[in-house]
């Protein structure tokens, strides 16, 4: 069974550009998170979205937006890119979007770098 | 505010011996206490985690310790080989309908041969 996946796995971007980044959960998962992840440090919640509603959202600027389909696959957009925007973007799946022993299986991300 | 945070930024240990890793935290409302594994070009890999109401949990080679008195977090990985260099995080799952997790920065393991 093929995990967490995302696309693409690298890109270059320049400032004011826009990008959407895109990830399929683990066949079953119900509920997709997104973190930013920036060099050196520990991944920051973006957001959560299960059956297709967000569920839960960080401290991040209303240039991030996000989505998630029928199928639970999910899209993360990022507008007017800044150069602080460059860094790991990792989705992660989950069965449901209770705490407790909800496991997230986390993708290798997608990097992204902002000129 | 809330954070979950390492003791230290590295650790440098021989091939054979046994590491700890330690993380102190300061929400005492979190549910769970994960720690995870990111190794270089990959994505966090759960390793093991625990529940508020326990204070240790035993894995195949890894022991998580919970100290709530004193908010701290451990992880012991027994016989450690090189396949164990990575980055190692602490985090905690909040408590309530949701399954954000709080990252701290991360230490990374250096194993000897």
């Known amino acids: 069974d093929a995990g967490v996946t995302q696309s693409p796995t690298h890109l270059i971007k320049t400032r004011g550009q826009h990008v959407t980044l895109r990830c399929s959960p683990i066949?079953?998962?119900?509920?997709v998170s997104w973190y930013q992840q920036v060099l050196g440090q520990g991944p920051q919640f973006i957001f959560q979205?299960?059956?297709?509603?967000?569920?839960g959202r960080g401290n991040f600027p209303d240039r991030f937006s996000a989505r998630q389909f029928p199928n639970y696959s999910s899209e993360l957009n990022v507008n007017a890119l800044l150069l602080g925007d460059s860094a790991l973007y990792l989705c992660?799946?989950?069965?449901?979007?209770?705490?407790?022993?909800?496991?997230?299986?986390f993708g290798a991300g997608s990097r992204l770098t902002v000129l | 505010g809330e954070s979950v945070g390492l003791h230290l930024p590295t650790l440098s240990v021989q091939e054979g011996d046994n590491s700890i890793i330690n993380c102190a935290y300061s929400n005492s409302a979190s549910d769970y206490f994960i720690w995870y594994k990111q190794e270089s070009g990959k994505g966090p890999q759960f390793i093991i985690d625990?529940?508020?109401?326990?204070d240790k949990r035993q894995g195949q080679r890894v022991t998580v310790l919970l100290n709530k008195t004193v908010k701290h977090l451990s992880l012991q990985i027994a016989a450690t080989q090189p396949g164990d260099s990575a980055v190692y995080f602490c985090?905690?799952?909040?408590?309530?309908?949701?399954?954000?997790?709080?990252f701290g920065k991360g230490i990374t393991l250096s194993v000897r041969p």
């Open positions: 066949s079953g998962h119900k509920s």
């Open positions: 992660a799946s989950s069965l449901t979007r209770l705490s407790g022993a909800n496991v997230l299986t």
């Open positions: 625990i529940r508020s109401n326990m």
């Open positions: 979205y299960y059956e297709k509603e967000e569920r």
């Open positions: 985090a905690e799952n909040g408590s309530g309908a949701n399954s954000k997790l709080t």
